[in-house]
């Protein structure tokens, strides 16, 4: 990552993405250090990133929707850039021009 912030127990990284050669997007990852439970901070949590990404902020991610209620472990970071990186991935083949074989 790039940068990293630390504040009020927050823990806070963001980074850019790339493939190859090209810039692809920026990740922002965001950690409530006192918290093991996403239920127990998510309206905390995005309080706070919507403070420096604003509305881009809305409901937990994809993959913590069905573990809300669960202790969250380094797995599930691992987990979730994987589910960022392959969504770059599919956005940088879909963006790609197709060649055409000559006749």
């Not at 918290?35 to 990404?53: A, H, I, T």
Request: charged letters at 15%; glycine letters at 8%.
């Amino acid at each position: 990552m790039c940068g990293a912030l630390q504040l009020l127990g927050f823990d806070a990284r963001v980074g850019s993405v790339s493939l190859g050669p090209s810039f692809r997007g920026i990740l922002v990852e965001v950690e409530y250090l006192p918290c093991v439970v996403p239920s127990s901070c998510w309206d905390l949590m995005r309080e706070f990133m919507q403070g420096f990404m604003g509305s881009a902020v809305q409901g937990p991610p994809q993959y913590l929707q069905g573990r809300m209620n669960e202790l969250y472990s380094p797995v599930d970071t691992v987990q979730q850039y994987m589910d960022h990186f392959n969504t770059f991935r599919r956005a940088s083949l879909a963006a790609t021009p197709t060649s055409v074989p000559a006749k």
